[in-house]
């Protein structure tokens, strides 16, 4: 069960986080996109998508953590923008999304996930370019140490490797 301390912080990075992005403008890729978010968002770079190369993904604010997975034998540091951030750019507003990766595996996420866990989208593995081949370009990953709850198959399941888009619903 959270506590009103753990509560308030993740009020508090939320709000961070938008503050931080309110003078970011989502400006159109210059190269390969990497990633597209539709559905319940009202800041868009095309009629109906906001669409993002991977430039854009790294101006974002970037986080990073270690955590283990059950894909490597080994902790691995994570580096990407908080999921949280990526929502705030594009102005989502909505319960749940839906993530599908390049092979079109798709999952639903809560949204309140991006918040409350802390979850990052992840452009770099031990910091370098995850490459398809291991996952990459974007992989949604979950801070699973930080938490028990987080080491299950319902989180495992929602950290979507090769991302390649996200619906906001």
């Known amino acids: 069960m ?3 301390r753990q509560f308030g912080h ?3 990075l ?3 986080s938008l503050f931080a992005l309110s003078a970011w403008s989502l400006d159109a890729p210059q190269e390969r996109i990497v990633l597209t978010v539709t559905g ?6 095309t009629p109906d998508s906001a669409r993002f190369d991977m430039k854009m993904i790294e101006a974002l604010p970037q986080h990073t953590f270690t955590t283990r997975t059950p894909w490597y034998d080994q902790p691995v ?6 999921l949280s951030d990526v929502l705030a750019a594009v102005k989502a507003s ?7 990766a390049i092979n079109d595996y798709r999952i639903s ?4 996930d991006a918040a409350q866990h802390g979850v990052i989208m992840a452009r770099l593995l031990n910091g370098k370019p995850i490459p398809v081949r291991e996952k990459g370009p974007l992989f949604i990953v979950y801070p699973f140490d930080s938490k028990a709850e987080l080491r299950t198959s319902v989180y495992y399941e929602r950290s979507i490797w090769q991302l390649k888009a996200l619906d906001v619903q």
């Open 14 to 16: 939320a709000c961070l």
């Open 77 to 82: 540091t994570f580096t990407g923008p908080l």
């Open 2 to 4: 959270k506590t009103r």
């Open 109 to 112: 996420i809560p949204l309140a």
């Open 94 to 100: 909505g319960t749940t999304l839906s993530a599908t």
């Open 40 to 45: 319940k968002i009202t800041e868009k770079n």
């Open 10 to 12: 993740a009020v508090v």
